[in-house]
């Protein structure tokens, strides 16, 4: 029997690492590899071998693993150039060394494009023994073919709780008052349309369309006038039709050709306040919280995000199973249900799924049922978390422990 | 038998609906008044006689108030001043026209400087037959007298707990980075000190002691050198020795004389850049949210804050009970344990307990275990949250009710 390895990369989630207890109970349920290995800092760390035994974790720490928001295996944004062969050959020197069978990469689209290029690289050089399974994760449900990615439900259900009882409170008082939430979103407005589950979002301006500033400031007047309040919700990635960034000024790189983004909130605020429409504007920034408030888990979130690493295991049993991302398929009918299915992580990687325009109402007001009815059911249940002392418990990540 | 009048002022947290779910409920098992009226908006409702009946709440709605944060009967800014004689009167005018015997005021420190002049006011015209009686709220847990305030334990539990959270997000990649957590807390450092509960901050800057920015960034150095991450948290209300804010950029004023505070997270943030002592750093300012994340209440502060409502209510049946504050007493012992108990709201009001500066550990190192020891029963246990299709259930706000 060979061995796997299990990594993870990209930004965090609030259960990613349920993918990784699942990936290491599939094992323990049913034994097709002899040791699991946890690859630190994701093939960043791989390169160079830092590597630690994961194969016999207590049912304890693996049922903690799955409340520990953020990799427990430490992340790394090192994108794996398909021309550097020299990355390449130490990946399989490594893989070689360790035995390593099949390497479980858990991650959002930079991943599954280095899922992609492992396993074309083997077919190219006629390598069998070393295999490449994809595990999607992303708070920003912007990967293709997967009908959702877990870590969007446990954000989105941070986002719409924390819009109602903001609402609640920018309510308190008779004065005219916008308030402005703003959450990630680069380039799908998923998150942002997730605060409309709340029931009290007036309006929400998402980056699949270009901001038309008279619009929404027009409607941001009509609901101060009618009621002397405006929700608002604005995505991070927010741009005017000649593709500048609402919070332009703020805007940087994050080496991988991805602005790093922040300041939307303000830019709304400042754009309200300079045209008159309302006297007093309040901007709550998510920011970091909104991917790693664990204590806000949907039970979905952490079932399914569970479940799909026992699939990536179970599945890749099968001696033919590599350049695969495993997803998450909807069944039809009235009760909400998924099923598990592969994909090839080339279909995924190096694409954005966005918010669908037709599911935008008009105006910024609102997201249409079909979106409610899309995202409801990924919110739904809060599992048990444990707390020691009134803080959550945590699994110490294993980058943190001392060889 | 006259009836009762109950009414919230200040700004708002996750549990200061508990407290008026135990008035409610105390007149329930014990009836005192035939009607517990409530006051809209607190004196700015009152005097414009905008009252809603409470008598009769169904069990079922007064739970589900409990985890409804922010002010269900809305709140006010509005400073009754001594000097405004026609205020006075039209209040006493008001008690007078709906028999109302006791008014219960729900909040600060200036609304128990509320209850303190309308008590004195009472007690200066010969006026018997109206009395009032203050239940504290603050989040930032700075009421003289009372060993804590209800609403603090739910926003340090959600403090506490974001803090580990986005420290185990920043912490996944290796690169250099601080994460700096700004919190409420104006004059006061309660808040930010509650971070330290998580037993991951690296530096505590609190706003009690005069910010020496040679000392904290030397500190930030120490830290990146040996691990190469640093976790700040900033209390907004902090000032260098001259009195001048870090935030001072954004400082304005909320008509009671206070500034409006925000922005020391980024202060810290152009701080640490411009030094060169870190090439990263992470903001996360917790704004309002940290007032009212209700899905994160502490069990033992919705349930003090309850019990307090009860015990205003019992004490109430005291025709001399007048300008009073009920306030929560540690009992000494092994186990944590309160009584409750009241003091005159003027021992109370226009003061600030200061967070202990000899519970502060030198060079913003964190605070000292009496701190954590005082802290920790504050923030335990989880009440059971009600959910609708994954969003908390919430009360309805009275004061949007239609007539």
Known sequence: MANCLVAQSGGPTSVINATLAGVVKGNQLNQVYDIVYGGLHGVEGILQEMLVDLTHMSEEENY??????ASALGSCRY????SNTADFE????????????????IGGNDSMD???ALSEYAEAHGITNHRFVGCPKTVDNDLMVTDHCPGYGSAAKFIANTALQTWLDVNVYTREEVFVLETMGRDAGWLAASACLSGIVDLVVLPEVAFNKEVFLEEVRKSIKEKNKCYVVVSEGVRYADGTYLAAGEAKNDGFGHAVLGGAGNAVKNLILDSGAAKRVKVQDLSTAQRCHATDQSFVDVEESFKLGLSAHMRSADKGFTGMMVGVKRVEGDVYNVEYFATKASNVANHVKSFPVEWMLPNYRGVAKEALDYMRPLIEGSPVIRYKDGVQQYVVPFYMRKK
């Open 114 to 116: 280095t899922v992609a």
């Open 79 to 82: 994108k794996l150039k398909r």
């Open 64 to 69: 903690v693993l799955r409340q520990t928001p």
């Open 90 to 105: 130490r990946i399989f020197e490594v893989l070689e060394k360790y035995d390593i069978e099949t390497m479980f990469y």
